[in-house]
């Protein structure tokens, strides 16, 4: 029978130990890599299916639609949610049976948003069939100045003027499936609120290059 001493057990055991945290680390950086490559994969795959190449430039003219639309710029507003409740529906919300009408939720949008944007649907696609253009289904640039009721030497920023992510939200919806085929593919874009004794909303829109970006880029200063 082989006599083990302490130094042979205390060398046995850390030698073990060694092992153990190398295996472990192995397995742990093949399942990271696995991971990763699994990732990697599904997110390429997914990628390809849904993104668009950057256009760099481009040999012909592109597309464009340039608009005056003489509306005084809304903002959207915030839909108004309520409780409905269904006549004829009941359920059952005890042991006993007792019961109570079931209450669903229902949102509308205020009238005179719904107003607005179907003016800016009907301007849009006026413009839209007048350049011979179908709804867009590219990426796109857009460039947009709102025209606010005031005096020129005056920012709009009075709480009756609207945020200027709000009245982009009800441009938005106005365009949309008439302009392009989804504000998803809005992927560059200037914009401003002025006051002018003229209202209105003036826009642009065509296909997106990759110097738009760089152009916009060396205008704030990043480069």
Known sequence: ?????????????????????????????????SDNVATKSASLKKHKRSRHPVLTESKTKLPFVKAFLPLVPKPKARARTFMKQEANAWVNVDAEGAGGPIMKMKSITPTATREYEKMIHHLTYGAMLEAGIKPYDVPLFKGTIFYIPGQNDEWPTSIRDGDLDNLEKALYDGMNKVVFCDDKLIVAEIHAKVCSERPGVEMLIRPALKCDVDNMRKSIGFL
């Open 1 to 33: 029978m082989v006599r083990w001493t302490e130094a042979d057990l205390e060398r046995y055991l850390s030698n073990a130990q060694k092992t153990q945290r190398s295996a472990s680390a192995a397995t742990l950086h093949a399942s990271v890599q």
